[in-house]
C-alpha cells in the first residue's frame, strides 16, 4: 500500500479530478479550528497538501479532536503515535467510529485511504466540516473557536398534534383542491334537458 506507482491512464484522469476538489482556503480554516480546539500540542502541519495529510495521517490529531468535542467520557482512550501502519490506519478507523456516533452521517464520511494513502484529501475536509458544522449546531460548551467557521445544521422541529386537532384537520378542504365557497346550482337545469333561453325582448 505505501509503495504505491503513480496512475496512469484513466485512473491519472480520475485522480487529478478527485484532486481538484481539494479546498487550500479550508484546508487553513480546519487547521485553524482543529488548533483552536485541540490546543496547541497537537503541533502544526507543514504547508501544502501533502503536509496536510501528513500532519493527520498517524489519526492522533484526529482522535484528539474527536475527544476534545465530549464532554463526558472520551470516546477515544488511547491515542498513541506510532510509525507503523496498521496502527496509523486503525487509529484513523477509531476516530471515524466515534465521528460516526457523535452524528456524523455515513454519505459525509472519508474511507481510511482516503486519508492515509492521499487518495481523496477533499473527502476528509468534507468530513471535519460536518464535523464542525455539528459541534457548532450542538453548542453544548464543548466547541473551541469562531463559530462563524461553520455552519449551523437546521434541527428537526418535531409537532404533536391531538387526536383531536387531527381530526379537525380531515373536515379543511386545503387551497390547493380550491375552494367551494359560493357554489351553488342555481340556473343548472337537469341532465338530459334542452337549455331554455328566453328572449324577453317583445
Given at each position: ?9 484513466l ?38 497538501k ?23 467520557n ?7 503515535s ?7 490506519m486503525?487509529?484513523?478507523s ?11 452521517s ?61 381530526n ?13 365557497k ?21
Amino acid at each position: 500500500m505505501a509503495n504505491k506507482g503513480p496512475s496512469y491512464g484513466l485512473s491519472r484522469e480520475v485522480q487529478s479530478k478527485i484532486d481538484k476538489k481539494y479546498d487550500q482556503d479550508l484546508e487553513e480554516r480546519l487547521t485553524e479550528w482543529i488548533i483552536a480546539q485541540c490546543g496547541a500540542g497537537v503541533g502544526q502541519p507543514e504547508a501544502g497538501k501533502t503536509g496536510w495529510q501528513n500532519w493527520l495521517k498517524d489519526g492522533c490529531v484526529l482522535c484528539e479532536l474527536i475527544n476534545s468535542l465530549s464532554s463526558g467520557n472520551k470516546p477515544i482512550r488511547k491515542i498513541q503515535s506510532s510509525g507503523m501502519a496498521f496502527k496509523q490506519m486503525e487509529q484513523i478507523s477509531q476516530f471515524l467510529n466515534a465521528a460516526e456516533k457523535y452524528g456524523i452521517s455515513k454519505t459525509d464520511m472519508f474511507q481510511t485511504v482516503d486519508l492515509w494513502e492521499g487518495k481523496d484529501l477533499a473527502a476528509v475536509q468534507r468530513t471535519l466540516m460536518a464535523l464542525g458544522n455539528l459541534a457548532v449546531t450542538r453548542d453544548d460548551g464543548t466547541y473551541r473557536g469562531d463559530p462563524n467557521w461553520f455552519h449551523k445544521k437546521s434541527m428537526e422541529n418535531r409537532r404533536d398534534f391531538s387526536e383531536d386537532q387531527l381530526n379537525e384537520g380531515k373536515s379543511v378542504i386545503g387551497l390547493q383542491m380550491g375552494t367551494n365557497k359560493g357554489a351553488s346550482q342555481a340556473g343548472m337545469t337537469g341532465y338530459g334537458r334542452p337549455r331554455q333561453i328566453l328572449n324577453n325582448n317583445p
